[in-house]
């Protein structure tokens, strides 16, 4: 996947005359299930909302589909068991900073980075995570967009569905990689900007000191967020779309 320098696309240009949405729409009272192919992503892509709903009392879950440890591949410093443990450390401070006091249940389906398809495919993931939801109380499901340019955000996307569909919840995507670039827009785009909770999401964000610094400096095409873009996703309302509605 190619990642710009600068954050410039045509959903971004669409987002600026979308219709705002409020978190009582996107996550009504109960339970919300978000499928994140990375640690990260539920961060850049939801992280203001995902605080929303933590503050609105909402109860919360993600399933994981992969550890991330493909962003540094040829690291020696950190071997792939140590990209995984730092990821996942990373993700339980991101959470902390999002959501404070709330406990955010993670089911992690520890798919190779790269490999989210599996999930997607794997009835008996999709039956786990199928009975683990409905004992959620699971009432909307979010997930990255299906137009996002990398395999395992598809992925994610497609299980989202898939699970939405028979749990006869909602389904919101938020696009990452997608919102830059040409490609074609979808409908039903929705804005979500609390300013608010902006501070908590630039927290988040900082500590994925694996993305968003040098921290992993001895793989020269290992993974480090443009400091343009790392400012977009900070500042940016976050953009949703509407996939399916509540039955």
Partial sequence: MS?????????????????PVGIATLAPPGG???????????????????????????????????????????????????RRALRRRELSRALAALA???????????????EGARAAEDKELIATALGAARGHGTRAVWSTWGGDPHCDHEAAARLAARLAEQLGAAHWSFPVWGRFGARPV??????????????????????????????????????????????????????????????
């Fill in 3 to 19: 990642v710009p320098d600068l954050p410039e696309g045509a959903l971004l240009d669409a987002a600026r005359d979308a219709a």
């Fill in 186 to 247: 979808p409908r039903h785009i929705r804005r979500f900007s609390k300013r608010r909770f902006a501070p908590a999401k630039r927290a988040a964000m900082a500590a994925y000191a694996s993305q968003m610094t040098d921290l992993i400096d001895d793989d020269p095409d290992g993974f480090l967020m443009p400091s343009a873009l790392a400012a977009h996703f900070q500042t940016h309302p976050e953009i949703f779309i509407h996939e399916r509605a509540r039955q």
């Fill in 32 to 82: 919300l299930l978000i499928v994140a192919p990375h640690p990260d992503d539920e961060t850049l892509g939801c992280g203001m909302a995902l605080a929303a709903a933590a503050e609105a009392g909402r109860r919360i879950a993600i399933l994981l589909l992969t550890d991330g440890e493909a962003s540094h591949p040829a690291s020696r410093l950190f071997p792939e068991d140590a």
């Fill in 100 to 114: 404070p006091g709330h406990r955010v249940r993670l089911w992690a389906a520890h798919c190779p980075d790269g």
